[in-house]
T-cell receptor, first 110, second 116 residues
């Protein structure tokens, strides 16, 4: 059973906000939602994580619904360098195990 | 520079020839983990380690062994590699925040393994 569900691909115009959705309807109360991205075949890069509240850092914002069944990663001003595969993952087994899924391939268009 | 270092980065080997992929981190992280990435399947966790001498299976442990004798190293051992272990492998480490439960991973650059 999939822990997270993401659209396989999305496009975004350069300079616009990119909103990447994720469904995690089976998430438990103490499980975090993490977002990573992977450019080509490089090692995944951490973006942001959250539990219940919305979060913001220098890279992105994370909006988590009140029932915690879904979240949205927002890249406020997408650049060509943001073209990557974005993974929404949840941790289980007290945070020791992760399910990455196949992610969303975001293409930023000039 | 804080990093996770994997070696080798690329390896072509033959079926049955034992090999080890090394992983080392210089951040004094307690938690370390191995993943494999295959087309269409995303990243799947092989093994993880919460601390020295403490390891546990992930989703796809068959055909792999690990050891954690030192905090900084977490080698992945393929005793008898087979072609279905051809994959891109990633090692990751983290300073597991036990108070909050957050576990933010730092990944290595990856090791591309081909088994003929």
């Amino acid at each position: 059973d999939a822990k997270t569900t993401q659209p396989p691909s999305m496009d975004c115009a350069e300079g616009r906000a990119a909103n990447l959705p994720c469904n995690h309807s089976t998430i438990s109360g103490n499980e975090y939602v993490y977002w990573y991205r992977q450019i080509h075949s490089q090692g995944p890069q951490y973006i942001i994580h959250g539990l219940k509240n919305n979060e913001t850092n220098e890279m992105a914002s994370l909006i988590i619904t009140e029932d915690r069944k879904s979240s949205t990663l927002i890249l406020p001003h997408a650049t060509l360098r943001d073209t990557a595969v974005y993974y929404c993952i949840v941790s289980v087994r007290d945070g020791n195990q992760f399910y990455f899924g196949t992610g969303t391939s975001l293409t930023v268009i000039p | 520079e804080a990093q996770v270092t994997q070696n080798p980065r690329y390896l072509i080997t033959v079926t049955g020839k034992k090999l080890t992929v090394t992983c080392s981190q210089n951040m004094n992280h307690e938690y370390m983990s191995w993943y494999r990435q295959d087309p269409g399947l995303g990243l799947r966790q092989i093994y993880y380690s919460m601390n020295v001498e403490v390891t546990d299976k992930g989703d796809v442990p068959e055909g792999y062994k690990v050891s954690r004798k030192e905090k900084r190293n977490f080698p992945l051992i393929l005793e008898s590699p087979s072609p279905n272990q051809t994959s891109l492998y990633f090692c990751a480490s983290s300073l597991f925040a036990r108070v909050t439960g957050a576990n933010v991973l730092t990944f290595g650059a990856g090791s591309r393994l081909t088994v003929l």
